[in-house]
């Protein structure tokens, strides 16, 4: 059976984990992988989610099944934080293994309405999107949506796709903190997407994975709010993976607007009858944390508090490499952990081998690994490559 199978390459960027852990250097830098460092170096543990998993553990009396659509109260707790106001009945929602989890079962359900569906992609964009969405049998449509060499938006080519697409067509767009580049859209842009999108009767998949470490909790949702506040139909993945600090937990949930509300019933059940014959059941731990924190207005609080401290520490090493370096100002224009930098293959591998920094092959770069007084030694590294 098996002897068909050909070998498959190492996933690229969670390979640096492993290549990182193995250095020795203590001057190495990870910019790999997507995880947030304090000012120590450390992924803490958040202390709202300490003392919720402290309060799971006096309280809970059970871990018996919740079923496939996992936690409905973590999903609506998590709501007003998405959307603000919530729209109502017509608004459901499925908690889910992860974003990645909310997006493949986003991709199956628009398989499951639509066998084949065309999904425009703006480039260059996370690794994982365009392999989920061809996993689920749907057909991408890519377009440009970051000049990487000149580090700007093309809005122009993201409409024109937009203008190219009708009924039964899906847009891929990053809800904020644009993974890989930071680019994200801004209030004229977003307007002018939920425009071409309303005028098209294109299907909205948005993305957002990193809510509240880029400007903040209702900043970083201003573009998706703006874009559902007068929509027939749209879906969110939403990961609770990096605002809670709860990565290795897998939480995440899968938002709908449909139609109707008898629709929206529809919608769910189709979500739950794919999550059954996906994984099951999602899941539990880490939503449990998220529900008790938002559960509690003091935990709530405590939560905020320290995801708004650690946008501000982003900010701040953002900030610091633009100093440190003037050609690296337009980090300071972009959002979140992420910016990608225009430099080539070669210089990668070699910032890896003599240098010890470690970024992702495409030129990505996560700023949250790094400290504020990190900057000069990168910066340093950068030049001994020649980056120019
Ligand atoms: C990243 O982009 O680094 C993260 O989303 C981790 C991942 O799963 O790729």
Not at 54 to 78: A, H, M, N, Q, W
Request: charged residues 20%; hydrophobic residues 50%.
């Amino acid at each position: 059976m098996f002897e068909s199978l050909a070998d498959q390459p190492p996933d690229a960027l969670l390979a640096l984990i492993g290549l990182h852990r193995a250095d020795p250097r203590p001057t190495k830098l990870d910019l790999g992988v997507g995880v947030y460092r304090d000012e120590t170096g450390v992924t803490p543990i958040m202390a709202a989610v300490r003392e919720a998993e402290r309060i799971l553990l006096d309280t809970r009396t059970t871990k018996s099944y919740l079923g496939p659509e996992g936690d409905p109260v973590f999903v609506d707790l998590l709501k007003p934080i998405v959307f603000g106001v919530d729209p109502g009945p017509r608004l459901l929602g499925v908690q889910t293994p992860g974003g990645t989890g909310a997006l493949r079962l986003g991709a199956e359900l628009i398989a499951a309405a639509r066998p084949g569906a065309r999904v425009l992609i703006g480039t260059p964009t996370w690794p994982n999107h365009a392999p989920i969405f061809t996993a689920a049998g749907l057909t991408l449509v890519p377009h440009r949506f970051f000049d990487v060499a000149g580090q700007r938006l093309d809005i122009d080519a993201l409409a024109a796709a937009l203008e190219s697409a009708g009924p039964g067509d899906v847009v891929l767009l990053h809800g904020c903190c644009h993974n890989p580049t930071g680019g994200d859209l801004d209030r004229a842009a977003w307007a002018r997407v939920a425009a071409l999108v309303r005028a098209r009767g294109i299907l909205p998949f948005v993305d957002l994975a990193y809510q509240g470490l880029g400007e903040g909790l209702d900043e970083d949702a201003a573009g998706v709010r703006a874009l559902f506040a007068d929509l027939g139909e749209g879906l969110v993945a939403y990961s609770c993976d990096k605002n809670f600090g709860l990565y290795r937990d897998r939480v995440g949930a899968l938002f709908g607007l449909a139609a109707t509300p008898a629709a929206a019933e529809v919608m769910r059940s189709n979500m739950i009858a794919l999550a059954r014959v996906n994984w099951s059941m999602p899941p539990d731990h880490g939503a449990a944390i998220v529900r008790t924190v938002l559960e509690s207005a003091t935990l709530t609080s405590l939560w905020r508090d320290e995801l708004l401290r650690m946008g501000t520490r982003v900010r701040a090493v953002r900030a610091a490499l633009a100093a440190a370096d003037p050609r690296l100002a337009f980090l300071t224009t972009q959002h979140g952990m992420f910016s990608t930098l225009p430099i080539d293959p070669a210089r990668i591998a070699a910032l890896r081998a003599d240098h010890g920094v470690y970024m992702a092959g495409s030129g990505r770069i996560n700023v949250a690994g790094l400290q504020v007084g990190d900057a000069p030694a990168f910066v340093a590294a950068l030049a001994a490559v020649g980056w120019s």
